[in-house]
């Protein structure tokens, strides 16, 4: 059964920087991608970032890119998003996410995410 759950969120400054960690079970964790997806209230969920299993290659949404960075540490089967230079509008609800092979697919539903941790919360104050 594949477990996922998140730390790290909290209330932060516009400008400040917070690192999200999601650790994972169930699987072996080195043999899939992972990912970060957000949903603010009111709003769809969407998506932040993922990252094949070998961690090397990421993507990443526009409004993430060169703030946000992905990573995997396969010792301690956990991956993390470090979240640098936060606006307001990166509030929301992040989730991690586990997917169903070693790549991920940026045309397929959810990026191939299969599995869905129960989130953490970000709020940047401005």
């Known amino acids: 059964q594949v477990q996922l759950v998140e730390s790290g969120g909290g209330l932060v400054q516009t400008g400040g920087s917070l690192r999200l960690s999601c650790a994972a079970s169930g699987r072996t964790f080195s043999t899939y991608a992972m990912g970060w997806f957000r949903q603010a209230p009111g709003k769809e969920r969407e998506f932040v970032a993922v990252?094949?299993?070998?961690?090397?290659?990421?993507y990443y949404a526009d409004s993430v890119k060169g703030r946000f960075t992905i990573s995997r540490d396969s010792a301690k089967n956990t991956v993390y998003l470090q979240m640098n230079r936060l606006k307001p509008e990166d509030s929301a609800v992040y989730y991690c996410?586990?997917?169903?092979?070693?790549?991920?697919?940026?045309?397929?539903?959810?990026?191939?995410?299969?599995?869905w941790g129960k989130g953490t919360l970000v709020t940047v104050s401005s």
């Open positions: 990252i094949t299993w070998s961690g090397d290659s990421t």
């Open positions: 996410a586990q997917g169903n092979g070693r790549y991920y697919n940026i045309r397929g539903r959810d990026y191939g995410m299969d599995y």
